[in-house]
């Protein structure tokens, strides 16, 4: 069974500073890899998408892949209190219209 | 990005009684359209996998006759709660991937459904 695995926090990271995601994975087959914000009794948002090991820059937030360790994270500097919701991290084990692996998520609270 | 609704984003209705929830995508067509269920403070789970053109694929454990999803056209497809009873009360949401060697998932709105 694929499984996604995700500290649930909460994590509490000051304004202005880094906050860091972690999400590891049991499937070595999987493929691609993406973030999502869920605010609260909303539904979820792409925040990122990452296919290839290594980094990927949007704005303030960065994805970070490895796949020999099964481990995908999310980092999100200078944190703003807009960014206070629940992260998930969402696996597919291959290319193409594959349901998602979903974690269970970590909520972020970020302390002006 | 590309844009999912739902309608209606809220529903209230009475024990026994049906409810249809449309998912829609509105800038390009979906063959495949996921239909997740969520409670609160809990996760996302994921209900059923909906096909244009042939059967939804359901999830262990979700009763495909009390959860009806037809995926009539590519932009649409529907999930119709049948005899809503009081635990069928949730938050509903549909995604879609757009395809065309994108793999990402829009998600809708939601819908938030109470059953009195």
């Known amino acids: 069974q694929k499984e996604v695995e995700q500290n649930s926090g909460p994590l509490s990271v000051p304004e202005g500073a880094i906050a860091s995601l972690n999400c590891t994975y049991s499937?070595?087959?999987?493929?691609?890899f993406f973030w999502y914000r869920q605010y609260s009794g909303k539904s979820p948002e792409l925040i990122m998408s990452?296919?290839?090991?290594g980094d990927k820059e949007d704005g303030r937030f960065t994805a970070q892949l490895n796949k020999a360790s099964q481990y995908v994270s999310l980092l999100i500097r200078d944190s703003q209190p807009s960014d206070s919701a629940t992260y998930l991290c969402a696996v597919n084990y291959r290319f193409g219209n594959e349901k998602l692996t979903f974690g269970t998520g970590t909520r972020l609270t970020i302390i002006p | 990005g590309a844009v999912v609704s739902q309608h209606p984003s809220w529903v209230i209705c009475k024990s026994g009684t049906s409810v249809k929830i449309e998912c829609r995508s509105l800038?390009?067509?979906?063959?495949?359209m996921f239909w997740y269920r969520q409670f609160p403070k809990q996760s996302l789970m994921l209900m059923a996998t909906s096909n244009e053109g042939s059967k939804a694929t359901y999830e262990q454990g979700v009763e495909k006759d009390k959860f009806l999803i037809n995926h009539a056209s590519l932009t649409l497809s529907t999930l119709t709660v049948t005899s809503a009873h009081p635990e069928d009360s949730s938050f509903y949401i549909c995604s879609a991937p757009p395809g065309q060697g994108r793999y990402e998932q829009y998600f809708g709105p939601g819908t938030r459904l109470t059953v009195t």
């Open positions: 499937d070595r087959g999987s493929q691609s």
């Open positions: 990452i296919y290839s090991n």
């Open positions: 800038d390009f067509q979906a063959t495949t």
